[in-house]
C-alpha cells in the first residue's frame, strides 16, 4: 500500500520561505513521479510541480517558477518542497501525491503551463501554507 505523510505547512509573512516534505512508502520510487499539488479555498486542486523517480526530471507551473524548488532525498524517500519568496496567492492546502508511471511528470502530454494535467491516484492528509501580506 501506496502511503505519503506531508508535514511542514504554516503561516508566514509575504517574501518569507518554508518547506515542506513528503516521505512516501510501500512504492519503488524510481518508478513514480511525485507532485504537488495545492487547493485553494473556492478553486480546484492543481499539481504546481513534480519530480520524477526515474532521472530527477522536474515540472514547475509558471506560477510558481523561479521561487519553488523540488528535491528528492532517495535513501529517506522523501520529496522536499523549498517555497521562496512566497506570495498571498501561495496561500491553499498543499498535497503531496504519487502517481505510477514516472512519466505523468515528464511526458509530453503530462501538463501545460499551468499546471499537471492528470489526476494522480495516491495523496498526502494535506498540510496548510498560509501567507499574509
Known amino acids: 500500500e501506496v502511503q505519503l505523510v506531508d508535514t511542514g505547512g504554516g503561516l508566514v509573512q509575504a517574501g518569507e520561505s518554508l518547506r515542506l516534505s513528503c516521505v512516501a512508502s510501500?512504492?519503488?520510487?524510481?518508478?513514480?513521479?511525485i507532485a504537488w499539488f495545492r487547493q485553494a479555498p473556492g478553486k480546484r486542486r492543481l499539481g504546481v510541480t513534480c519530480?520524477?523517480?526515474?532521472?530527477?526530471?522536474?515540472y514547475y507551473a509558471d506560477s510558481v517558477k523561479g521561487r519553488f524548488t523540488i528535491s528528492a532525498d532517495r535513501a529517506k524517500n522523501t520529496v522536499h518542497l523549498q517555497m521562496d519568496n512566497l506570495k498571498p496567492e501561495d496561500t491553499a492546502v498543499y498535497y503531496c501525491?504519487?502517481?505510477?508511471?514516472?512519466?505523468?511528470?515528464?511526458?509530453?502530454?503530462?501538463?501545460?503551463?499551468?499546471?499537471?494535467?492528470?489526476?494522480?491516484?495516491?495523496w498526502g492528509q494535506g498540510t496548510q501554507v498560509t501567507v499574509s501580506s
Open positions: 510501500g512504492l519503488r520510487f524510481e518508478d513514480y513521479s
Open positions: 501525491a504519487a502517481q505510477w508511471p514516472y512519466t505523468y511528470c515528464t511526458g509530453s502530454d503530462a501538463y501545460t503551463s499551468e499546471g499537471l494535467k492528470y489526476a494522480y491516484d495516491h
Open positions: 519530480i520524477s523517480g526515474h532521472d530527477n526530471s522536474t
